[in-house]
């Protein structure tokens, strides 16, 4: 089963942009994530409607993160690429009136919703900034040599 790495893609993507200091193209985001500038403006297209980034055309213009990276949590981003399923597991539904499957059913369910209640609590906590300060660090601790901030 191929799994769903959009909110990894679009942090990722975010992290470059506010490192970079100045507006980035899909281009040069592209680039860094390589992939295709179309992903990038998909990606990007949701978080420009919940106000995370911003877009200019024309000369020097391009994708700007919109708010402070403090205040943008990872819920934030979660919530701004349309919510998608946090568990790939789900409940068998062949049968809905056999009462073992309501059972079982019942069970993980309540676990599912556990379990992604927990991780979207996490999501809340974490904000842009400490990713940003975890990356300064890492690539502090690195020999002068290795610094290449985009691809480590």
């Known amino acids: 089963m191929k799994r769903d790495s959009r909110l990894s893609g679009v942090i990722h993507i975010l992290l470059h942009m506010a490192d970079a200091g100045e507006p980035r193209t899909s281009d040069q985001l592209a680039k860094a994530m390589r992939t295709n500038p179309v992903v990038v403006r998909r990606l990007l ?31 934030d981003i979660y919530r701004a690429i349309g919510r998608p399923a946090l568990i790939a597991m789900g409940n068998r539904d062949d049968a809905p009136d056999c009462l073992v499957e309501q059972a079982v059913n019942a069970a993980l369910e309540a676990g599912f919703r556990e379990a992604e209640a927990l991780l979207l609590a996490r999501f809340e906590r974490v904000t842009l900034a400490a990713l940003a300060d975890d990356f300064h660090a890492r690539l502090a601790a690195l020999p002068t040599a290795c610094k290449d901030p985009v691809h480590g």
């Open 45 to 75: 297209g949701g978080l420009r409607d919940a106000g995370l980034v911003h877009s200019e055309k024309g000369h020097g213009g391009g994708w700007t993160v919109a708010r402070n990276l403090a205040a943008i949590s990872l819920a």
